[in-house]
């Protein structure tokens, strides 16, 4: 065999009979695949941001125990960041976990887009934008594997709820399906070539993702230029032989002796290509191989891989958390709180925090830091008070609120730890709403009624009503989920140790009424209709006009920034730039250090398309001391101004005068660029279906139509362009919609033969 980390083919062994190719397409155990001669067994197991190696009893849900492993924040927080690097050495230090495990391949990163609030999963995932999402996941992927470790980018495609996940089709249009479900997944792909795809549950127009040959071979492989393995997502494969046709390679979990049966009887009887019995084999053994040579790279003199930091990782757990925390509102400037002010924390999750969701990325982790415990450690044990405010069981309640609001009433500032549990957020369900328990609410209430100076924090991993806490709360943090180094992360936070500069990857509506997808979420009778089309998240918010609670980007800190210029310069000439470099002069005028996420955003006011008022196109971030001033570079490529051309079917960039924002958010643009853009020429084809308007406006086709109109319009006495008729319209606004098949032989009455010499002319028109 050969490897490397590029397209080499790997030979395999020639005495390999059919029975042994076809296993090497379904996995050997739960976790792990066949081995056979020259092909090495390699371990899967669970991410995506922690190992969820399981050494004893196994399971894809997250309910049997697994071995202690560094649970950093997952990807609903660390998306919060806006950094990448920050994701690359996340990915680096997964690997070494991974391969002190004995894991080959790590189930993760998941890129799917948060289509809705409700999601069940959403804690999982990066953001409601495709570019945010697209550059975080490369980065972690990039860590990853060159680490020596593969990366499984989940989940694929369109799997954006719970409910009804292993039968619903997500019916979706080509241009969102490809501007924002695919989008992520196209850029992993050809940017971190990452060693494995796993394919969804769910059916994508009809059609399962696991027996989908357009989306597993006609895009992934043909299109993108992946040259990995394609592998299932645990039982989701309905048809093996259907799968493998398609271009899955590896099915989740073994031993499905059966299935392997019935890819031996069909490619027998000739009702499965041996070729793609081969091609599955030989991708699993190139995946085999990878990870062996991963593993050997990784080992040090000793011959074993590096061991493991447990130290070192969780600080990097902290610093990730710490960079994840967005600062929502702080009236009258409440943060950073004082060391020695008297503090009341109130909420279980300060002794009990979470960090994670449930399902089957749930980590053990190596340990926890507890908020209470961290914020006394830096406010004083003196100082600081604690209330559980809420608990399991409702005969506990009055107490509860009653030992909350006695704390409460004696603190010059209650800290409120609120949000969600594990149970209220998981893998396999949606939820109904957005709103939090109404105990957390009650609770709120009690203690704003005795206390006026109250600080929010938030955990949970996706989006919630905030109608209740604005009014009642001074101060709002939320850090999604954290993993497990939250706690002192938080504490640091609180008390000015740390400034906070992460930016909401997630908008935050007013009422759940207000989502984009509002009207089409969940599925029903197995169905769920994507009718927003590409207006998700931001885009939907802005494109519609809705005022929103916190917009996406949107992030305080406790110092401030001015945007002094913006410049944006061509890197490279051609007749069509591919990138251009967007330079931000940011100027902290604050007290103290702080980082600046800066994002750019693309409009192009006079666009013929259909699109969202602006849309993510870069962002990077600026360190600065107090009155320091920096200039910060983001490139921004050309291909993120593009749209889906659904006649075309390619990707095309509309020329035109954009106008390059830089911004503190979505909503908060703080100066503008407007740069000439060249278009890429839009090569549609015209036929006799193509309307009249869209013929004429090809000027090879109406050389032709002109050669047939001719005669017609010397007959009307030359009426041409906005020309009126007796009915009081022009002819162009009359005809410009009727079909050229249907002008030409039902209004102009050429016979059968005459239409079709006008068929064949617009057919040898080159594109």
Known sequence: MTSDSGSAPVDLDPTLDLEQLASLGS????????????????????????????????DHLGLAASDPATCFPPASGLAQSWDPDLARRIGAALAVEALAAGVGVLLGPGINIKRDPRAGRNFEYFSEDPHLTGVMATQLVRGLQAGGVGASVKHFAANNS????????????????????????????????????????????????????????DLLRDEWGFDGAVISD???????????????????PGPPDLDDADVVRAARRGDLDRAHVRRAATAVARLAERVRDGRRASQGRGGQPAEVDTDAHHELAREAAEASIVLLINGGDLLPLSPGSRVAVIGAFARD????????????????????????????????????????DDDDAGRLLAEAVAVASEAEVAVLMLGLTDEQESEGVDRQHIELPGNRVRLLDAVAAVQERIVVILSAGSVVDLTPV????????????????????????????????????????LRIEDAPSWDNFPAEDSHVRYGEGIFVGYRGYDHRRREVRFPFGHGLSYTRFDYRSLTVVARDGGQRVKEWTARVKV????????????????????????????????????????????????????????????????WLVEGGEYVFAAAASSRAIRIEATVVVDGDP??????????????????????????????????????????????????????????????????????????????????????
């Open 353 to 392: 925090p979470r960090v994670q969701g449930g399902g089957s990325s749930h980590v053990s982790p190596t340990r926890i830091d507890v908020p209470l415990t961290e914020i006394r450690r830096i406010g004083g044990d003196d100082g600081v008070t604690y209330a559980a405010g809420f608990g399991t």
């Open 234 to 252: 645990w039982g989701a494969v309905v048809d093996r032989v259907a799968s493998m046709r398609a271009g899955l390679d590896l099915q989740m």
């Open 682 to 767: 839009r090569p549609v084809r015209i036929d006799l279906e193509s309307t009249i308007s869209e013929a004429m406006a090809d000027p090879d086709a109406r050389l032709v139509l002109d050669e047939v109109f001719r005669p017609f319009a010397a007959n009307a006495g030359g009426a041409s362009g906005g020309a009126s008729t007796p009915v009081g319209a022009s002819i162009e606004n009359l005809v410009g919609s009727i079909p050229v098949g249907r002008m030409l032989s039902g209004f102009l009455g050429l016979d059968r033969e005459a239409v079709a010499r006008v068929a064949e002319q617009l057919s040898r028109i080159p594109r």
């Open 470 to 509: 604005v009014p009642r709360a001074s101060a709002i943090l939320t850090g999604a989920l954290l993993g497990q180094g939250g706690g002192r992360a938080l504490a640091r936070v609180l008390y000015g140790q740390a400034t906070p500069s992460g930016r909401l990857a997630e908008t935050i509506p």
């Open 587 to 650: 100027h902290n005028t604050g007290r103290v250090r702080g980082r600046e996420i800066v994002q750019i955003y693309s409009s192009l006011p006079a666009s013929v398309r259909r699109r969202a008022p602006r849309e993510l196109v870069g962002f990077g971030h600026n360190d600065l001391d107090p009155g320091q001033i920096g200039v910060l570079e983001v490139v921004v490529e050309r291909r993120d101004l593009a749209y889906w051309d659904e006649p075309a079917g390619r």
């Open 27 to 58: 996995g050997a155990s739960f976790w792990r695949t066949e081995e056979l001669p020259g092909v090495p067994a390699l371990v899967l197991t669970d991410g995506p941001h922690g190992v969820r190696f399981q050494s004893g009893a196994t």
């Open 162 to 217: 719970e409910h009804d996940r292993m039968r619903a089709s997500s019916d979706v249009d080509p241009r969102p399906l490809r501007e924002i479900y695919l989008r992520a997944f196209e850029r992993v792909v050809r940017d971190a070539r990452p060693w494995t795809v796993m394919t969804a549950y769910n059916k994508i127009n009809g059609v399962y993702a696991s027996e989908n040959r357009w989306l597993l071979t």
